[in-house]
């Protein structure tokens, strides 16, 4: 499957082994999907939390109670903290002008 494909996954899914198994997906798309899907268990979360993409494990430590903390220079790309859906990223990231 393509990137495009795992990101509608998900987006939607419910089920904890596909949950599971997308959170290792080497697209950090799909992880951030993932880190964002209401139905990612605590678990999941708390290691996204420490993904070594920082936009990933920004949304994860974002749903979590216990905090990591940023550093300045990791937020400087705005992308970093956009809301934008996954899967229009190819389309809306191009015409952006949030980029440091």
Partial sequence: MNEQELIEIAKNTREQEKILELSVSPYSNVRRVIAKNPHTPQSILKELQYDSTVNV????????????????????????????????????????????
């Fill in 57 to 100: 494990s920004y949304v994860a430590n974002q749903r979590l109670s216990t905090k990591r903390e940023f550093r300045d220079t990791d937020l400087v790309n705005k992308c970093v903290i956009c809301n934008k859906d996954e899967s229009t990223f190819y389309i809306e990231c191009q015409k952006c002008q949030k980029v440091s």
